[in-house]
């Protein structure tokens, strides 16, 4: 089993700066691929970022040059940088592991962006 335990969430007005952070615990290891999800009120849950255990990492085209995701093997926490925030930003964000068949997910942080 993986625990995923996310923070950083709020409230933040357009154009600003935030920073998620997950910490991983029990049978996590650098194989895991991590990732960060979101779900806007309404809508499906979808990829936001994710990094390899080797740090190749990966994002949706709508985040693509404003957020950052890393990830540090040695403490197992993945962070994702978030600038330039829209309003559209706005949904709950969801840490997640995956390895194979596992599937492990955080129980989310809300992100409110105000306009």
């Known amino acids: 089993q993986v625990q995923l335990v996310e923070s950083g969430g709020g409230l933040v007005q357009s154009g600003g700066s935030l920073r998620l952070s997950c910490a991983a615990s029990?049978?996590?290891?650098?194989?895991?691929?991590m990732g960060w999800y979101r779900q806007a009120p309404g809508k499906q849950r979808e990829l936001v970022a994710i990094?390899?255990?080797?740090?190749?990492?990966d994002y949706a085209d709508s985040v693509k040059g404003r957020f950052t995701i890393s990830r540090d093997n040695a403490k197992f926490t993945v962070s994702l940088q978030m600038n330039s925030l829209k309003p559209e930003d706005t949904a709950v964000y969801y840490c997640?592991?995956?390895?194979?068949?596992?599937?492990?997910w955080g129980q989310g942080t809300q992100v409110t962006v105000s306009s």
């Open positions: 029990g049978s996590i290891s650098r194989l895991y691929a």
């Open positions: 990094i390899s255990g080797g740090g190749v990492t």
């Open positions: 997640n592991a995956h390895h194979i068949i596992l599937d492990y």
